[in-house]
Each structure stands twice: as C-alpha cells, then as structure tokens.
C-alpha cells in the first residue's frame, strides 16, 4: 500500500509519530474528506474485505465506503505510522426499535497512547471529530457533539451521545481484537440482505467544518450551523452533478 498516497489523499502532511495530537489531526482530516457512502451496494459492484481493492477505490479513485472499508483501512495507515491500534467489533443501537444489532455489524478501532485507550472511528457517519479517550462517564465535548462512556454490561462498554441532558447510544462494544476477515458475514449480510439498512437508499454524506452535505437519489441536503437547505432533485443528471460537485464522484460506468 502507498502510504503516501493515502495521507495526500486525507491532505495530511505533518508528523508521523504515533501521538495523540497525530491521531485526532488524521481522524478529523479522514472525516471532512473520505465521504461516508454504499454506492456500489446499489451499483451492484461487490465489497470484499480485500485492503488493496479498498485502497484502489478510497485513495485512488477517491471515493469513499462504509465502515469495514473505511476504518479497515485507516487501521493500515495507522499501524504503518507505528500506533498501537486494534480492530474491534459494535453493534448499534437502533431507536426504533431499542436493541443492539448483532456482532461485528459495524467496525470501530481502538489505539493505545501512553497507556490510555481511545477510540477513533471514521466509518460510522456521523461521529465524533477526535479520538475519545475509554473513561467511563466522563463527558468529553467535541466539535461534533458531547460524548459520554459506560459499561453496557460485564462485557460491553458503550459510547453514547449527549443530547439536551439525555444519553442516546450510539453502539456497545468490547476491547476485543479482531481479525478483518471476522467481519466478512456482516459486510455480505449488508450488501445483499433487504433487511440491512444500506440497501434502503442510495446514499453519500460528508462533514464540513460547521455541518454536512448528504446526498441521496432524491434529496440533496445542506447544513450549516443551525440552518439546513433541502433541494429535491428532478431527475437522474441533476444528481449525477450534485454527486460531482460536492463529492468529486463520477456515477457508475461514468469515465472521468
């Protein structure tokens, strides 16, 4: 893997000492630029958990994935640069229904500075900017929203996020090691069963600095700070610009 390529492709070009202060610059910088998205599950374009062909599509056609792509290959950078990092298997919590999804449902990875755990994720969507360091009920702010840790049960830790005085949980976890091909059921069950939630809609999302952009078949939404504009597109080549413009992603078959 080209190392290099990947940190031009994030716009990182400062220390490479496994730090904190390298890991928060890397995770924030991998967020407002590596969208979130499950394109080619609805282009019909298989998702192997195959860190070269991840590497191809994020970095080389700087596109972007979801959660065994995104954190499954930013876990590469960051052992490359030396940090003592671990996969781990989440399983999310839904409101509607309030239960947690099963195992290795999303990926998630811990690194280890100092002697002090913390968790950085940039595969979940919406998440926090920084790494959040494992210290139970600790409400730690970020640019994103406050966060706050607890233990589930015996074996789970979960993260939730504060809203309005009230927890809402985003995923459990345990500390756990994981091999990437553990995750290879769940990435499969997501591509192809109707019930995953990747299947609903086509979708692209990317964080700025003061809100988000989202894109789906039908609506493009735009936020910023607490104002939010919503345009609903008329047809297939009106998306197919926005996707251009906000993301840089040429649809399916399209050649650059």
């Known amino acids: 893997m080209n190392y290099e390529a990947y940190l031009a492709r994030i716009g990182y070009s400062g220390e490479r000492q496994p730090t904190l202060d390298v890991l928060q610059q890397l995770q924030k910088l991998h967020l407002l630029t590596v969208p979130f998205e499950n394109l080619d599950i609805h282009d019909g ?10 590497f191809d599509k994020v970095v080389l056609q700087k596109r972007g994935g979801f959660c065994y792509e995104l954190n499954g290959l930013y876990f590469e950078l960051l052992t490359a640069l030396g940090f003592d990092a671990r996969r781990i298997s989440a399983k999310v919590y839904s409101a509607s229904e309030g239960t947690y999804s099963p195992e290795y449902d999303h990926m998630a ?8 755990e913390y968790l950085t994720d940039v595969g979940f969507g919406e998440f926090s900017f920084a790494p959040l360091k494992i ?5 730690q702010a970020d640019a994103r929203g406050d966060y706050v840790f ?15 005085g009230e927890l809402r949980p985003e995923y459990i976890f345990r500390k756990t090691a994981r091999a990437f091909n553990e995750f290879s059921d769940m990435c499969h069950f ?13 979708m692209i999302t990317l964080p700025t600095e003061k809100g988000r952009i989202t894109l ?13 504009k919503e345009i609903t597109l008329k047809d297939t080549a009106e ?3 926005y ?4 993301f840089g992603v040429k649809p399916a078959g399209k050649i650059n």
């Open 216 to 228: 789906t078949e039908h609506k493009l939404k735009l936020t910023e700070g607490d104002l939010t």
């Open 150 to 164: 607890d233990k589930y049960d015996e074996r789970y830790y979960r993260v939730s996020r504060v809203e309005n």
């Open 190 to 202: 997501h591509q192809t069963d109707p019930r995953s939630h990747f299947r609903q809609r086509r």
């Open 109 to 116: 990875l811990l690194v280890t500075i100092a002697g002090e």
């Open 135 to 139: 210290a139970l009920g600790q409400v």
């Open 243 to 246: 996707l251009w413009q906000y």
């Open 239 to 241: 998306y197919e610009a």
């Open 45 to 54: 374009v298989p998702i192997e958990l195959d860190t070269e062909k991840i």
